[in-house]
Every structure is written in C-alpha cells, then in structure tokens.
C-alpha cells in the first residue's frame, strides 16, 4: 500500500495530528481522502490496538480540530489478518483547516498553504 495525494498511512493513532493535517491537505486537493492507522510507511502492516474509546478518540480529535467540520466514516478493517482503522473524509466545502492552518496535499506529502494559494482557494469556491 502506497502513499498518494488521496492515501495517508500511520504506524499507529499516536500520529494522529499528523493524520488530520493530511486529511485537510487531501480534502483541499481532492475533496477526498483516506488514512488508514497500523500501516508503516514502507507499506508494512504492523496492526492498531482497536476498542469502543478508540474509535472515538479519533472521531472525537477530527471533529475539534478540522474546520469547517467534517463528518468521516472512521471503520475497523482487518487487512493482512491484522486490525487496522480507516478514516474516509469527503468534502466540497474548501478551503479546510487543522489546528487553524490550512494546507495542500502535494504527492504524498502535505504542504502549508501561503497567503496567495489560499486567497486563490476561496476565489474558487466563491465563483462556484
């Protein structure tokens, strides 16, 4: 499994800061994005302890710290007989912003947004 402008891996929910500015970034490239925790970056799947506070814990970190709010579908899947968290994240409503920045996914790296690509964004979204 490979990282690109729409797929974020994580080894696990301790990079889930990480994980929300990618799913911002993707949203603002794409208007859609997956993360998926218990995958290392080489593609590896190591598996994620998964129970009930878990899974809100990461719907609960999305929902107070992504603006405007977007409400994911956030599922345990078993891949490679491990359990691993999906997060699928779809939105029209752009510019989106993590912790009070706004970024750009960029290949399979997320990228802060200036002043001027984020002035551009709106104008966009405006014309629409």
């Keep these: 499994m490979k990282e690109s402008e729409t797929l974020e891996v994580k080894k696990s929910t ?4 990480e994980a929300i500015i990618s799913i911002v970034a993707m949203l603002n490239k794409n ?38 709010k977007i409400f994911p579908k956030i599922y345990e899947k078993v891949i490679e007989g491990k359990k691993c968290i999906v997060v699928e994240a779809s939105g029209e409503n752009r510019p989106y912003y993590a912790f009070g920045r706004a970024y750009m996914r960029v290949a399979d790296e997320d990228k802060s947004i200036s002043a001027k690509e984020l002035e551009k964004l709106i104008l966009e979204k405006n014309k629409e």
């Design 14 to 17: 301790s990079e889930l800061k």
């Design 31 to 68: 208007q859609e994005g997956k993360v998926i925790f218990g995958i290392k970056n080489n593609g590896g799947v190591v598996g994620q302890g998964i129970n009930e506070k878990t899974l809100r814990d990461v719907s609960q970190k999305i929902s107070s710290n992504i603006e405007p």
